[in-house]
């Protein structure tokens, strides 16, 4: 069974631009998460959907969002890019919301100059 | 403030040689999960312990949640280069599927 697949692997942006991500989560997965990584922070919540519902969400600024599709997809935008949203971003999928194992994708590693 | 502490945050061993990484909190889990992420990929998930002093063994890989789910360890014995990468806890919190994970222990075991 296919795993968690994310695209595109790699980004490179501008300031000020925006830029879309997109995960698929495993087939019957139905929630999926997301997470920002840096070298400093390590890995940090930015939300989670369930039935294209946002259930939870970390402490980011408004410039990341993200929604749900109905075949479980998901996508997350940052706007405005800034040089400090360069990371590793990871999105996690799992069956449903009694259960927590995550199983992750390779990430998007986004670059903003 | 971090929720999850984790120690050491660097461990560079030989071949052969038995390590501990911890993973500590001052909050209650309903559940710990340990994975292993490699460099540009994702973490890999390795357990999960649910049960106050449960000890789970993969391998040559043991882990353990302590009696009041606050805690972890993982005792990897006579490690091997391809156990090399970063290990990560993360813990759920009871009523929330949001996981909150550590800084990780890069570990590097040297041939």
């Known amino acids: 069974k296919a795993g968690v697949t994310q695209t595109p692997r790699y980004l490179i942006k501008t300031r000020g631009q925006q830029v879309t991500l997109s995960c698929s989560p495993i087939?019957?997965?139905?929630?999926v998460s997301w997470y920002q990584q840096t070298p400093g922070q390590g890995l940090q919540f930015l939300f989670e959907?369930?039935?294209?519902?946002?259930?939870n969400k970390g402490n980011f600024p408004g410039r990341f969002s993200g929604r749900q599709f109905s075949n479980s997809r998901s996508e997350m935008n940052v706007s405005t890019l800034e040089l400090g949203d360069s990371a590793l971003y990871l999105c996690?999928?799992?069956?449903?919301?009694?259960?927590?194992?995550?199983?992750f994708g390779q990430g998007t590693r986004l670059t903003v100059v | 403030t971090q929720l999850l502490e984790q120690s050491p945050q660097f461990l560079s061993i030989q071949e052969g040689e038995n390590l501990t990484v911890y993973c500590n909190s001052s909050?209650?889990?309903?559940?710990l999960q340990w994975y292993r992420q490699e460099p540009g990929e994702g973490p890999v998930l390795l357990v999960t312990?649910?049960?106050?002093?449960e000890v789970k063994k993969l391998k040559r890989l043991t882990f353990q949640f302590g009696d009041a789910r606050k805690d972890s360890s993982l005792h990897i014995t006579a490690a091997q280069p391809g156990d090399t990468g970063l290990y990560l806890c993360?813990?759920?919190?009871?009523?929330?599927?949001?996981?909150?994970f550590g800084k990780g222990t890069k570990l590097t075991v040297n041939p």
């Open positions: 996690a999928s799992s069956f449903g919301p009694t259960n927590t194992e995550a199983f």
């Open positions: 087939s019957g997965h139905r929630s």
């Open positions: 959907y369930f039935s294209e519902t946002q259930r």
């Open positions: 909050s209650v889990f309903s559940s």
């Open positions: 312990v649910v049960t106050g002093g």
């Open positions: 993360a813990g759920a919190q009871g009523g929330s599927e949001k996981l909150v």
